[in-house]
C-alpha cells in the first residue's frame, strides 16, 4: 500500500530496447518490484518498493535494468536532506521507532584513512614475502606476565610455564558475531566452514549453535548474551571459546528482539526457545549489574567448561571504553572484543546505529594505551571491529594495538551483500539475511565458503606484502607497534590518542 | 530435614578450600562413580554445581555461593541453609531444594528444571525464565519475593506461595510481571495492580491451574513439611501475559 507523502527512494528504469520480457527480475525480486503485465504481455517494474539490492540488474541477462536514486523530490537541503524528511514522513505514519540494519552509513570520518603505514627504504631492507617466511598465525587468550624456559641436555628449549587456553589463528581475521536467524542456515554454514578452511573462527552469535554447524565448533566462538538463547551446557564444551556479549556498536546499550515470525521450526531449535515466539534479549544482562557480577559470570563459564577455553567479553565503542575494557580484564577476560560506531546489524534503530558510540580507531588505541599503562595488557588479548573494508584497515588495527580484528560486513559482501539496509525484512533478495527457502538457496554454500576463504586469502597476502614491505617478519612484531603508522590531517587531540606521529614527523 | 551422612554419599568439607578446588573435587567424585556428594562447611563457595550433568545428588551444608548450579545439566542440589544470588542461572535440567532462603537472580533466564525455596528469595526472581520443548523451568517460592519478579518472563512456571510474611508484607514487591510474554505465574495472595507490570492480566485459577498448583504444593510439603490443605487454603490468583508481543509495535520502517 503506498504510503502518505512516502516516495519512493530509488528509480528502476527499463530499456525496452533490451528487455527480452524474460522475467528473472519478476522472479528475483522478493520486494515484488517487477511484474508481469498480462495484458500488455510486458515486464514493467513500480520503483515503489525497490530498496536498491541490484539483485535484478546484476542478474538481468541483457543488462536491461538500471536502479538509480530517486530524482529530486523536495527542494535542495543541506540540513533537511531527503532522507530527513522521508524519516519524518514514515515515523509520523507509522509513530514507531525508525528501524535500519548494517553499519552506520553517516559520512563519519574514518579514520583508517587518515592513518598511513611505513615501509623500508635502504636502511633496512624489506622481506619478500613469496620466497621468505611470513608469519601470521595470531593466539588469542590471557598471557602469563612472565614465562620460565629451561634448556634440555639435547638442546630443546622447554617451556616450564603453563599458559591458559589459547586460540589459534591462522590470520589475525576472524568472522564477527551474526546469529543464525538474522542470517540463513546456508550463510552461517559458509561462515563456519570458510573459517575451519582458513583456520580462524566464526562466531555464532547470540542464537545459539545449530546442530548442523556443530561439527564446525572447533572453529566457532559461542555468544552467551542476555537472552542466554541456546546456551546450555553443551554449547559452551563444544566450541573454542566463548564470548559473554555486552554490546555490539551498531546498538550500544539496547537490546534486541527477534520477531516470532522469524522463530520457525530450525530457529527455535537453536535458539531453544518455542516456535513464533519473540525471542527478547534484555538490554542489560540481568546478572550483571557490575563488574564484579561480570567477573562472577566470566567464572561461572569457566568452571562450566573446566577452564579449557578462553572466555571473552564482547562491548561497543563507548566514551568511557578504555575504563570498560581494564574492568573487563580485571574480570577475567581472556580476551576482550571492542565493536566501533560503524559497526553492523541485522537491526537496529537508525537513531541509534547512527548516533551512539564511538568510531573504533580511537577507541582501540585508547583501549591498547590504558592496558598497557596499568600493566595488564598481557592478560587479555584486544579484537577490533566496526568496519574493516580492506586489508589496510585491518594491519593498520593491529599495529594500533588489536591482536586480531573480526569482520562482518566485509564478509556478507564476499556473499553477494549489496548493503542495501533492509536484513530487518526478511527479504534479502541475495539470500543472506533471510530465512524464506525460496531466497535463501539462492546462496549456495559451497559458493559461499569459497569467496570467504579467498577474501582472507587475498588480505592475508596483502598483509604479508606491506609486513614485508615494513621490514617485518612476523604479525606479532607489528601489534602494538605505532611507530609504523602516521597520521594526515589529524589534529594533535586525535594523534595523541592514537599514539601516533604525524606524517613527517 | 538430616543434617547426617547420608548413606552412599562420598563426604566433602570445603574448609580452607577455594570454589574450584572444591568444585574440581565434586567432579571427580561423580566421575568416580558416587551418586551423592556430601558437603560440609561450605562458606560461600561459588559455582557449586555449575555446569554438571548426569544425575547426581549434592547435598550443601552451610551457605552456598554465587551461581550454584548455573548452567546445570541433570542433577539435584539440595541445600541445608540459604542460597545466596544467581542459583540455577541458565539452568536446562536438575532440581534445586534450598531449606532457607535465596538471594536475588534465582532461576535467571533458567530453561528447565525444577527449584524448591522454603522462604523468601530477593529481588528479579525468575526473570526471564523460559520453557522449550519437554523443558520447562518450574519455581516454587514458600514466602515472600522482592521487586521484578518474573521480569521479561518467556516461559515456565513461577509459584509464589506467601507463607510467613510478616505483617503487611507484600507477596512480591513492584515490576512483578513487567515484560512477561510466556509461562504463568500463580501467587498465595492477591496482589495490587500498581505492583504489576503492564503486560500482565490477572485471574482466578481454573481447574487445572489448582491440580498444578497442588502437585507442586505437594511436592514443597514433600521437601519441607506442613500440610497441603492449609496451603491451598489461602486466596490463590494467576497472572498471565495479555500479549505474546508485548513489544511488537514499535518500529517502522
Not at chain 2, 84 to 97: C, E, H, S
Not at chain 2, 218 to 227: D, K, L, N
Request: hydrophobic share 40%; glycine share 12%; aromatic share 6%.
Amino acid at each position: 500500500m503506498r504510503k502518505w507523502l512516502v516516495e519512493p527512494d530509488f528509480l528502476v528504469e527499463r530499456d525496452l530496447d533490451r528487455c527480452i520480457n524474460c522475467q528473472v527480475c519478476v522472479r528475483q525480486c522478493a520486494n515484488d518490484v517487477h511484474y508481469y503485465d498480462e495484458e500488455g504481455e510486458l515486464v514493467a517494474s513500480d520503483s515503489e518498493h525497490c530498496v536498491g539490492c541490484h539483485r535484478c540488474a546484476t542478474l538481468c541477462p541483457t543488462k536491461a535494468i538500471s536502479i538509480q536514486e530517486a530524482p529530486l523530490q523536495f527542494r535542495p537541503n543541506g540540513n533537511w536532506t531527503a532522507e530527513r524528511i522521508r524519516a519524518v514522513y514514515k515515523q509520523a505514519e507509522g509513530g514507531g521507532i525508525l528501524l535500519t540494519a548494517m553499519g552506520n552509513d553517516r559520512p563519519l570520518p574514518v579514520l583508517w584513512d587518515s592513518l598511513l603505514l611505513n615501509a623500508s627504504q635502504v636502511t633496512n631492507p624489506s622481506i619478500d614475502p613469496l620466497r621468505e617466511p611470513m608469519e601470521l598465525v595470531t593466539f588469542l587468550g590471557r598471557k602469563p606476565d612472565r614465562v620460565k624456559v629451561s634448556a634440555a641436555a639435547d638442546g630443546h628449549v622447554r617451556l616450564e610455564t603453563q599458559l591458559g587456553p589459547q586460540l589459534r589463528l591462522q590470520t589475525p581475521i576472524m568472522f564477527s558475531a551474526m546469529s543464525y536467524g538474522s542470517i540463513s542456515y546456508n550463510a552461517s554454514l559458509s561462515l563456519a566452514r570458510a573459517a575451519r578452511e582458513a583456520g580462524t573462527f566464526a562466531n555464532s552469535g547470540e542464537g545459539g549453535l545449530h546442530r548442523d554447524f556443530r561439527p564446525y565448533a572447533d572453529n566457532m566462538i559461542v555468544q552467551v548474551a542476555s537472552g542466554r538463547f541456546g546456551v546450555d551446557v553443551d554449547y559452551l564444551n563444544l566450541a573454542a571459546a566463548v564470548e559473554i556479549k555486552i554490546g555490539q556498536g551498531a546498538k550500544p546499550g539496547i537490546g534486541g528482539h527477534l520477531p516470532a515470525e522469524k522463530v520457525d521450526a530450525e530457529i527455535s531449535a537453536t535458539r531453544m526457545i518455542p516456535e513464533r515466539t519473540d525471542a527478547l534479549s534484555p538490554a542489560p544482562h540481568h546478572d550483571i549489574y557490575s563488574i564484579e557480577d561480570l567477573r562472577q559470570l566470566i567464572f561461572a563459564l569457566k568452571e562450566a567448561t573446566r577452564y579449557g577455553k578462553p572466555v571473552g567479553v564482547k562491548i561497543s565503542a563507548v566514551h568511557n571504553v578504555a575504563a570498560i575494557a581494564s574492568g573487563c580484564v580485571r574480570a577475567g577476560a581472556d580476551f576482550v572484543s571492542i565493536d566501533g560506531v560503524r559497526g553492523g546489524t541485522g537491526a537496529a534503530p537508525t537513531v541509534i546505529r547512527d548516533h551512539v558510540g564511538i568510531p573504533i580507531e580511537l577507541a582501540l588505541a585508547a583501549v591498547d594505551s590504558r592496558l598497557r599503562e596499568e600493566g595488564i595488557r598481557n592478560q587479555a588479548s584486544i579484537v577490533a571491529a566496526g568496519s574493516f573494508r580492506s586489508s589496510g584497515d585491518v594491519i593498520k588495527a593491529i599495529a594500533l594495538g588489536a591482536d586480531a580484528v573480526y569482520i562482518g560486513t566485509a564478509a556478507l559482501v564476499a556473499m553477494g551483500c549489496h548493503l542495501c539496509q533492509r536484513c530487518y525484512t526478511g527479504k534479502c533478495n541475495w539470500g543472506i539475511a533471510t530465512q524464506d527457502p525460496t531466497l535463501t538457496k539462492r546462496l549456495n554454500p559451497d559458493v559461499g565458503t569459497r569467496r570467504l576463504t579467498n577474501l582472507l586469502r587475498g588480505w592475508s597476502l596483502e598483509i604479508k606484502e606491506m609486513l614485508g614491505g615494513m621490514g617485518i617478519n612476523a604479525i606479532e612484531s607489528l601489534r602494538g607497534n605505532r611507530e609504523h603508522l602516521r597520521g594526515v590531517g589529524l589534529g594533535d587531540r586525535e594523534l595523541n590518542i592514537l599514539g601516533i606521529k604525524a606524517a613527517g614527523e | 530435614m538430616t543434617t547426617t551422612a547420608q548413606a552412599g554419599c562420598v563426604t566433602l568439607s570445603a574448609r580452607g578450600k577455594v570454589y574450584r578446588e572444591l568444585n574440581e573435587e565434586i567432579r571427580r567424585a561423580f566421575d568416580g562413580g558416587a551418586a551423592c556428594v556430601e558437603l560440609h562447611d561450605v562458606i560461600g563457595h561459588r559455582y557449586i554445581g555449575c555446569g554438571l550433568s548426569g544425575s547426581g545428588r549434592i547435598v550443601v551444608h552451610g551457605t552456598p555461593g554465587n551461581d550454584m548450579a548455573a548452567f546445570m545439566d541433570g542433577p539435584e542440589i539440595v541445600v541445608h541453609g540459604n542460597g545466596q544470588d544467581a542459583i540455577a542461572n541458565t539452568m536446562n535440567r536438575g532440581r534445586v531444594v534450598i531449606h532457607g532462603e535465596a538471594g536475588d537472580v534465582l532461576g535467571h533466564s533458567m530453561r528447565g528444571g525444577t527449584i524448591l525455596v522454603r522462604g523468601s528469595v530477593g529481588y528479579r526472581a525468575g526473570i526471564h525464565m523460559k520453557s522449550f520443548r519437554d523443558k520447562r523451568a518450574e519455581v516454587v517460592i514458600g514466602g515472600a519475593a522482592g521487586d521484578y519478579l518474573g521480569e521479561y518472563m518467556a516461559g515456565g512456571l513461577m509459584i509464589v506461595l506467601g507463607l510467613g510474611r510478616l505483617p503487611g508484607q507484600p507477596i512480591s514487591g513492584i515490576y512483578t510481571a513487567t515484560g512477561m510474554h510466556g509461562g504463568k505465574m500463580i501467587l498465595g495472595d492477591d496482589i495490587e495492580e500498581y505492583r504489576l507490570g503492564r503486560e500482565v492480566g490477572k485471574s482466578d485459577l481454573d481447574t487445572a491451574d489448582r491440580d498444578e498448583l497442588q502437585r507442586f504444593v505437594e511436592q514443597y510439603v514433600a521437601a519441607f513439611g506442613g500440610r497441603v490443605e492449609d496451603i491451598l487454603n489461602r486466596h490463590f490468583v494467576k497472572l498471565l501475559p495479555v500479549s505474546r508481543r508485548p513489544y511488537g509495535r514499535i518500529y517502522v520502517y
